[in-house]
């Protein structure tokens, strides 16, 4: 089932043509419109009345999360405030975060793209969806929310956690088909379980997962467990929320909207592209965007090219699962946290070593903990009882409001943690994606 028949199978070639079409038009826009661009474009001789092919694009230079930071919260805006109708953000690795504005148009267009991928992942009109991503500045709950009510489909805007109430509204409301994280997927089978609930007498069908790492254990577990088919997706709130790519019930990749965003897999350290099957870092630009358009964005995310043609029909190419991080980047409970936000953070703590690790595990309920070991001074760590209390509970304060994710810590004396000739390693990932 296709949500865009026309677009989704379109032959190759004229795809293409789309594309050069849509990124000359794209480079246009904010080669008048965003600074940024307007001076690199200078600095590098770029016209973007030259560009003949869509390989042209590697004329230009790379934009990266520095970039989106620099110009907080509207330099890189191409439009004027008063035409943006709904401003988004996404965190960043100093803990700014980064604010993304879409046009009437943007999200009319964004609403299509993610009807896209829910008719990818099984779902039309008589299906009720219910969303269990936070509603709020994250762009998974509104960008999925506009994709199903552009479908036809029913809406249940649960939102996360209260995970008994989800349940008893997945009873009630007669819930066919699922949105949120995978882990929250097996954390909701084992409150199932608890409860009693039989997860045949249910009527859920589908499940659209995202927002963090997960595998193809994992997905047997959650198709297993929920007696679901399980689609992985991808968006990322700097190029446009979800609607970037998901996978059909084939689950042999994800389809790129390749109509709406160029993609490249580039080899992280030269920039150079990498052949087609080889892992690299995903590089996008967007095509339709008006209000915040993105050209050559690093992702910073690891997957590869598929070209191969799938049995679905469509013809746009297709990425693998994304395999990793090009930094080091974690994902907690859906969001997304950089040992720097939490080495800055530490610094203004009085007491704090500089040395620390970050271990993530999974606990019983399949959901993610996040310690982290922090070497202290002896006073801190020796010194009465009541005060280290303090100390931690300031300390932990200060981290789940400034990264949205709280954080156990775990005190530790100074030199405890593992020396050698290479830098330590920040994060310790113990979970079993």
Not at 134 to 159: K, N
Request: hydrophobic letters at 40%.
């Amino acid at each position: 089932m296709y949500w865009q028949q026309d677009i989704e199978c379109m032959d190759r070639e004229e795809l293409t043509q789309l594309q050069l079409e849509r990124l000359q038009a794209t480079l246009f826009r904010v080669s008048r419109n965003v600074p940024l661009y307007r001076a690199r474009f200078e600095e590098h001789d770029i016209d973007p009345d030259s560009f003949l092919s869509v390989e042209d694009i590697r004329r230009i230079p790379f934009t990266s999360k520095a970039d989106l930071r620099e110009n907080y919260p509207y330099g890189l805006f191409a439009v004027p405030l008063r035409e943006v109708v709904r401003l988004h953000s996404s965190s960043g690795t100093s803990g700014r975060p980064v604010v993304v504005g879409y046009t009437k148009n943007d999200v009319k267009r964004w609403a299509d793209l993610v009807a896209r991928i829910l008719c990818m992942g099984g779902l039309d009109q008589d299906d009720v969806l219910q969303i269990a991503f936070s509603y709020g500045l994250f762009t998974g709950g509104f960008g999925h929310h506009y994709g199903a009510e552009r479908l036809g489909a029913s809406v249940i805007p649960s939102s996360s956690g209260n995970t008994r109430k989800q349940l008893a509204i997945m009873q009630d409301y007669r819930t066919t088909a699922l949105v949120c994280t995978p882990s929250y997927a097996l954390h909701l089978a084992d409150v199932m379980e608890e409860e009693g609930i039989n997860p045949n007498a249910l009527s859920l069908r589908w499940g659209l997962f995202g927002a963090e790492p997960w595998s193809e254990n994992m997905r047997q577990e959650i198709e297993s467990r929920l007696k679901i088919t399980a689609t992985d997706n991808y968006g990322l709130s700097e190029i446009m929320g979800p609607g970037v790519a998901g996978e059909c019930l084939e689950q042999g990749g994800l389809h790129v909207n390749e109509d709406a965003f160029l993609f490249e897999i580039v080899n992280p350290d030269t920039g150079e592209p990498v052949p087609d099957g080889e892992v690299g870092e995903l590089v996008i630009t967007t095509l339709i965007k008006e209000a915040f358009p993105m050209v050559r964005f690093r992702t910073g995310d690891l997957t590869r090219r598929i070209v191969q043609p799938c049995p679905c029909g469509r013809t746009h190419h297709r990425i693998s699962r994304i395999l990793g991080r090009v930094d080091d980047m974690i994902t907690i409970k859906g969001v997304n946290v950089f040992p720097s936000q939490v080495e800055h953070i530490l610094a203004e703590v009085e007491g704090a070593a500089p040395r620390f690790q970050i271990v993530v595990e999974r606990d019983e309920s399949h959901l993610d903990r996040a310690t982290i070991q922090l070497e202290v001074s002896e006073s801190i760590l020796f010194d009465q009882m009541r005060k280290s209390q303090e100390f931690l509970a300031t300390l932990k304060k200060k981290l789940a409001s400034e990264l949205g994710v709280g954080f156990e810590v775990s005190l530790v004396g100074r030199r405890t943690l593992p020396r050698g000739e290479d830098k330590m390693k920040r994060v310790i990932d113990k979970r079993m994606f």
